[in-house]
């Protein structure tokens, strides 16, 4: 069993930067890939970005691409996202998530999630 807590949300202004993190309990995360979600209220929860257990491969949907970056510190058992240039539409929960295997696209492929850590881009 893998516990995940996001942690670094906040309230930004718009063109604003923010780092979130998920730490990782329970169990090594090493072998597993991991994945940032989104979830803004009343609607589905939609992929952000993934990160293969090995670090070899990176993933993101085209909404963040060039504006995120997912790494991952197995050493730590964390994982990360780096956002910039965060637009108001950014606004959501953020959650973690781990599977013991390969990177999904599909939420619901994975394993272990997290509660969630608010972002919200406003004026």
């Known amino acids: 069993q893998v516990y995940l807590v996001e942690s670094g949300g906040g309230l930004v202004q718009p063109g604003a930067s923010l780092l979130l993190s998920c730490a990782a309990s329970g169990g090594r995360i090493g072998t597993y890939a991991m994945a940032w979600f989104r979830q803004a209220p009343e609607k589905e929860r939609e992929f952000v970005a993934a990160i293969s257990w090995s670090a070899g491969s990176t993933f993101y949907a085209d909404s963040v691409k060039g504006r995120f970056t997912v790494s991952r510190d197995n050493a730590v058992d964390r994982i990360y996202l780096q956002m910039t240039r965060l637009k108001p539409e950014d606004t959501a929960v953020y959650y973690c998530?781990?599977?013991?295997?390969?990177?999904?696209?599909?939420?619901?492929?994975?394993?272990?999630w997290g509660r969630g850590t608010q972002v919200t881009v406003s004026s």
């Open positions: 998530a781990a599977e013991d295997g390969a990177v999904s696209f599909d939420a619901r492929e994975y394993d272990y």
